[in-house]
């Protein structure tokens, strides 16, 4: 357990609708990572950010943006939450540089109705 | 443009025997490979890792193999046991300052009493 912690744990939304994930680390790490995962798509990359107010777009980041105002929290939010956008997201944390593992929170399971 | 490949969606194995999962990248400046297990319902979890610099890497049951030249590496379990079975994602780093990972589509590994 790298401290990770991720909020809700499942949501189902009606298409069209807001909605905001969120990631909570206790350990200070810089890099922090939203994935999804979809059947014969594996783990795909969101968004990702370096630091605080540092972000930016991953492989499948259209519809989502991120924010970071504080090192502990990474929140992703779908602006108009759409049915392609049901999946299972997943934060990452990664402690130091590149040669370091990163650890992944439990996994939101969201379903846009 | 799948970055990391991993061409076998599932893979089913003896207990005892040795599993071979194998993954396969097209990016040259990929300098850290790792593999990830993952249960139904949780969150993705290290396995092992491998530096670019090397060509072997062991702990345990779990060994890494690395060939540059082919952008090619493989996970060998051995000998496999029934609490193996998983998905299994393997994921490269391209360095730099934003120290992403990007996963492969991922392996079923069944394993069979």
């Not at chain 1, 499942?10 to 206790?26: A, I, N, S, W, Y």
Request: with cysteine; charged share 20%; aromatic share 12%.
């Amino acid at each position: 357990d790298a401290g990770i912690t991720q909020s809700p744990r499942h949501k189902v939304t009606e298409t069209g609708t807001p909605v905001t994930l969120r990631c909570h680390q206790t350990e200070n790490h810089r890099y922090m990572y939203w994935y999804r995962q979809d059947p014969g798509h594996g783990l795909r990359l969101i968004h990702y950010s370096y630091g605080v107010k540092d972000t930016d777009k991953g492989e499948v980041s259209d519809g989502y943006s991120v924010s970071r105002s504080k090192t502990e929290d990474f929140l992703l939010t779908l602006e108009s939450a759409t049915s392609s956008q049901t999946s299972v997201y997943f934060c990452a944390i990664r402690p130091r540089d590149r040669s370091t593992e990163a650890f992944f929170g439990q996994g939101t399971r969201l379903t846009v109705v | 443009d799948q970055q990391v490949k991993q061409n076998s969606p599932s893979l089913s194995v003896q207990e005892g025997r040795i599993s071979i999962l194998n993954c396969d990248y097209t990016n040259s400046m990929f300098d850290y490979f790792l593999w990830y297990k993952k249960y139904p319902a949780e969150g993705p979890t290290f396995l092992i890792s491998i530096s670019s610099i090397k060509d072997k890497n062991e702990d345990g049951r779990f060994t890494v193999f690395l060939n540059k030249s082919a952008k090619h590496l493989s996970l060998h379990i051995v000998p496999s046991q029934p609490g193996d079975s998983a998905v299994y994602f393997c994921a490269a780093s391209d360095g730099g300052a934003t120290n992403k990972l990007i996963f492969g589509t991922g392996t079923l590994l069944a394993v069979q009493p």
